[in-house]
């Protein structure tokens, strides 16, 4: 089963807004359009994944959204498998979290 299929069948509200209906899962903190194809097999996994609205989806791709969505995700799969997950991937320019308890 597809990723985003199985988990937008998990989690009906979205990490953002916290209403219900959750539609999509955005790519964050990494986005494909901001990465070459070759590296889409690191952003297409769970660690990367975040069930938002389609109200939210503008919001998504601000700081805020972003720092809202590692938050949600740290809580989701710990914070230093998070972390390692995120300090492994092999992008030359990685944006900071540590502002995100």
């Not at 389609?54 to 972003?66: A, D, V, Y």
Request: glycine share 6%.
């Amino acid at each position: 089963m597809e990723i985003s299929k199985r988990l937008v069948g998990a989690y009906t509200m979205c990490v953002l807004c916290k209403a219900e209906g959750a539609k999509e899962l955005a790519h964050m903190p990494c986005h494909k359009r901001d990465s070459p194809k070759k590296m889409n097999k690191y952003i297409d996994v769970e660690e990367n994944a975040v069930p938002i609205g389609f109200r939210c989806k503008e919001f998504s791709e601000t700081r805020e959204g972003r720092l809202i969505a590692v938050a949600w995700l740290r809580n989701k799969f710990g914070v230093e498998e998070w972390n390692t997950w995120y300090d492994d991937l092999p992008f030359l320019i990685k944006e900071s979290f540590d502002e995100v308890g």
